[in-house]
């Protein structure tokens, strides 16, 4: 199942534009350079993509030896 959220701008002059979207838990969204020319639409599909991270630990033990000699 896909939650799609959908923006409509109406009426948005023709230009240049930029798009973002971020929601926390998410990979930050960015788009630029998005050219709109005169009487034409554009349309963006973001898909969330979440955000995964990975911690590497290392530890370094001793050897112990004990006195009942195992």
């Keep these: ?7 409509v701008v109406p009426l948005l002059p023709s230009g240049t534009y930029s798009v973002m979207a971020e929601k926390k838990g998410f990979k930050r969204y960015a788009r630029t350079n998005i050219i709109l020319p005169v009487g034409e639409h554009a349309r963006m599909d973001v898909a969330p993509d ?3 991270q990975t911690v590497q630990v290392a530890a370094v033990s001793r050897v112990l030896k004990s006195d009942d000699g195992l």
């Design 1 to 7: 199942m896909h939650d799609a959220l959908h923006y």
């Design 50 to 52: 979440a955000t995964t």
